[in-house]
């Protein structure tokens, strides 16, 4: 009976083994913002330890380019550092009859970057703007050493980019901004040159200068800090998204479900960033 028993056992082991060696997992893919990925790759990484059946493939390129990724069907989830255009809701609806669904996810204050030897703390919303469209070109215009300054930015698929733009410099960049394809690339540039700027996600932010913000002249500056965000008093915070083309469901519900839970917002702060809650 023994005997019988153990040989049952063992048939049942290389069953189990058999059926999890041929199991397909449930594969999930998600592409876009440059200031997400490294969260996004986080999640994926807790979140396959725990779900052996769920594969999730992560990648950047841009918000942009993870929205056009969605449109044209070639992910489950675009991550974006801004909201949808209305051309890109468009063209969702044109090809799938939907609005898309967007997803809060975290909290994001975009921050200014300056080298460390910059005697440079604290900039208004109308120096930024003046700095990046180069009506302002010298740092001793605006308290620092008599130097021209180094613009550094994002590429325009970037949300990044767009936000900046849209809610801080308000008209074109500069020529003289040089893009670059990564807040990693921005933060890197900054910290070798002296004279530089750049701005991204607070993630990125070390080895360099985290210049304060205000929002005008007669306004108090503030730091990019998980307190400043959640009080609104940090002048260029901003959400960051999930997008999808319709309401999730299945294996991908379950994933968005624990991103915006307590495991998921946990991790958004060990990253870096601040959670939606």
Do not use: H
């Not at 008599?146 to 930015?153: N, R, S």
């Not at 325009?156 to 733009?165: D, I, L, P, R």
């Not at 849209?166 to 040089?178: I, L, R, T």
């Amino acid at each position: 009976m023994k005997k019988r028993n153990i040989i049952t056992a063992i048939a049942l082991g290389v069953v189990f083994t058999i059926a999890t060696a041929f199991m397909v997992k449930q594969k999930i893919t998600v592409k876009g913002s440059d200031t997400l990925v490294i969260l996004a790759q986080r999640w994926a990484e807790v979140y396959m330890k725990s779900n052996p059946n769920v594969e999730i493939q992560v990648t950047g390129g841009g918000s942009g380019t993870g929205i056009a990724a969605l449109i044209n069907g070639s992910t489950d989830i675009a991550n974006a550092s801004r909201q949808m255009k209305q051309s890109e809701i468009d063209k969702l609806k044109e090809r799938y009859n939907s609005m898309g669904v967007e997803i809060a996810c975290a909290k994001d204050g975009i921050t200014i970057f300056i080298n460390n030897s910059n005697p440079v703390t604290e900039l208004s919303i109308k120096q930024l703007s003046g700095i990046y469209t180069g009506k302002i070109k010298n740092w001793k215009e605006i308290g620092g050493p008599d130097a021209a300054i180094k613009l550094y930015g994002r590429e325009n698929s970037s949300g990044t980019y767009v936000y900046f733009k849209d809610n801080v410099v308000k008209a074109d960049y500069a020529a003289s901004c040089q893009t670059l394809p990564g807040t990693a690339a921005v933060v890197n540039a900054v910290k070798k040159d002296k004279y530089g700027i750049g701005y991204g996600g607070a993630a990125y932010a070390e080895g360099v200068k985290d210049c304060k913000v205000k929002k005008d002249d007669k306004s108090t500056a503030y730091l990019p800090t998980a307190e400043n965000i959640k009080s609104n008093v940090y002048p260029i915070s901003r959400y960051l998204y999930m997008y999808l083309k319709n309401r999730p469901t299945g294996e991908i519900k379950k994933y968005i479900d624990w991103i915006l839970g307590p495991e998921g917002q946990k991790l958004v702060v060990e990253v870096g960033y601040f959670p939606v809650k």
